[in-house]
């Protein structure tokens, strides 16, 4: 008898067991994002965009407003989820349009896009990042075209470039991320200097710093040396004199190891290793932003070459006592420019439809207003892409923002192969002197092949 | 019982149909597990590597084998292979030789030896990617003299800062610098599967050994080498695999740098798959991946019996 109600017992917790992993493996159309603590209160209850949603879905009634209509927009920045909140409130008072704010984690946002995307529960809105991982979703049909919206004309430079594939809008650029030099300016005054007006000034400022006793190197680099370095440096002379170098290295115009692009990395690559500006010991190293910024905040190194993101670096440190700024990239004959490109950016999902698109492109078209497009570049301590628009912004890049409106903004759109691959730069920098200057060649030629068979 | 199969009311036949079926309904969790977790993604893999999908689209094509063809012919991808199999032996060779060595230490009677055992152990319940970010800051670079790592600090103390350097950032020393972070983390499963296998050698081998005169160094060699190689053909089997599967560890320490030095398959792998959009050709070089530790484990597993026959016998 006890022996059959342990069978009957193991038979039902088998069954039991077989239906919980079925179901927890079943795709759920209707499956919300996972709420988290942050915004549990505004979690989703986002509806299949392919299913019937009653009076909310489908065609706008004439006459009626999309007033009642619901929709979710996808971001990843932590920092500016409050701000995403507020004017998701402001808009829904103003419009009568419910605007779900969803965090998602950066590290996994595309992930959970991708498998949303699957599921056919793709939000409304979501951010994405502006440059070669926006193409898989045009093809996938994942964007919505946005060509025509009433923000695309007051877009700058760099978001007007970056906002268009095939001759279409598909994404809305906000902010603009940049690539530059940060300097201490204790250091720069104890030595006489002052911000570089071209490349000569530069390399200037790295020789009488290199003669500071009190500090070890001119210059610190962040992590991902090669990739760094080249980005900020020679794209900022390729693009300089080869505004459209992308195009042409893929029609195969230009080569990547051409000689003015050999000269331009040689003075990085060689030049400044061998003069003694950077330590070639820690130049392909894998230490983190927070170490070099150390150098800098004690004075140790004069430059740092940092991008946009690390700002939140300089932020979470005590820069008190540290003055710090940050000057565009010196050219050959200029002040030079931004390593800038569209920082972040929002699309409409391609599968949205109906009112739902329509309340989607409203709220886009709000995001993008100069006053609520001011709060989000502020709460991300960035610039806005739209010329009209002047950020609040800390005293340490307040001064980049005349520089917007010339980007150089090129090396973005390389095949992600090619970035990838840059790190090949660093087994040339440890050469030895006589070697160093054929490997080079031999390696610009290996990138220019992985850019060509990127084509094919 | 020869009562109740006469009445009919237990046959040896029935029983054993009730018994198969209650074997079935016990093996249904696990044969559930096996179908969900195992069997339907592997499946799945192999269908999307026939395939170009981006992993974003809802459709893809059917492509035959051109991501395999891939895989051959693409010099980026083919470069991690010799990486990772020189990773693979360097590993095999610290562990199956240092964990020969803890595992001998550990089988002495001391009061400090459970300790010991736990000591060595706790590393392998470490994250790989916690373990990546430690040793990272441990080999850090000399930024100057009050910034540099624990080992550059280490060698300035006791007078040998012409030794000092980027471990992780020199190409000569990236790849021994990784295998010896990971053989911290891995020393203590092989030794504690070495030490099982010396725990069940009769001590009358030792014994009969030393009243023949065989020294100490003599009684490992030919004693307890030889009686543990089943636990060394488990511990290579286990390294081999392990090591042609790395990723987080070595991600976290290097990123594949400096160039492609420690650039292992994974990486390419993860790289096609979530950087390039071309989930199909990752799944194809998973695969052949996958394809390559089967043959080289199926190698070694008959190489190794022979071995073991050749010792039994």
Known sequence: MKTNVLRVLALLMSV???????????????ANPPANENNSADTPDTADPGEDTGDQGGEVPPGKPLEGTEIEIMHSFAESHPVFQEIATKFEQE????????????????TELNERIQTNNVPEIFSVWPGNSVDPYIDSNALAVLTGEPWVERLGFAGAQESVYNGETYIAPFNTSFLTFAYNEEVFARNNLSAPENYAEFVNILETLKNDPEISFPITLTDNYPLMIT??????????????????????EKRFDSPEVYEMYKKVAIDWAEAGYINVDTAPSTT????????????????????????????????ENVSLLMIPIPSETNHGALIAAAGNAFAVSGFAEGAEKEAALLFLDYLMNPENNNLICKSMNSLSTFDDVSVDMPDIIKNLEKYRDNPSHGWIVWPPEVQNNLTLLTDVMRLPAGEKEEALKATLAQLHDIWMGTIQ | ?????????????????????IQIVFLIPALTIFIVFFLYPVSTSVMYSFTDWNGISRESNFIWFDNYIEFFSNSTIFRTLPTTLYYAVLNMT???FGGFFVALALNRRSRFTPVLRLTFFIPMLVSGLIVGFVFREIYAPVLNEDNMGIINRLLTMVGLSGLRGNLLG??????IVVVLTGAWVQLGTTSMIYLAGMQIIPRELYETAEIDGAGYWRQVYHITWKMIVPSLSINMILLLVNSLKSYEMIFYLTQGGPGTATKVVNMSVMEFSVSAYKVGLGCAM???VALFIFVLVTVINVLLRRRERGIRE
């Open chain 1, 95 to 110: 419009t009568g349009i419910k605007v779900n704010v969803y965090e998602s984690a950066v590290a996994t946002h595309y």
């Open chain 2, 1 to 21: 019982m020869k009562r109740l199969y006469a009445r009919g009311k237990l046959s040896p036949n029935r029983d054993g149909a009730r018994d198969k079926i």
């Open chain 2, 170 to 175: 020199n190409v000569n020393t990236a790849m």
């Open chain 2, 94 to 96: 610290v562990l199956t």
């Open chain 1, 16 to 30: 039991l067991l077989l239906t919980v992993f079925i179901s927890a493996c079943s795709p759920s159309e209707s």
């Open chain 2, 286 to 288: 998973s695969i052949i």
């Open chain 1, 231 to 252: 980005s900020i440096l020679t794209a900022s002379f390729i693009y300089q004199f080869e505004p459209d170098f992308d195009e042409k290295v893929a029609s195969g």
């Open chain 1, 288 to 319: 983190r932003m927070g170490r070099e910024l150390m150098e800098l905040l004690d004075g140790k190194t004069g430059l740092i070459a940092m991008g946009s993101y690390d700002l939140n670096v300089i932020n979470e440190m005590n820069t």
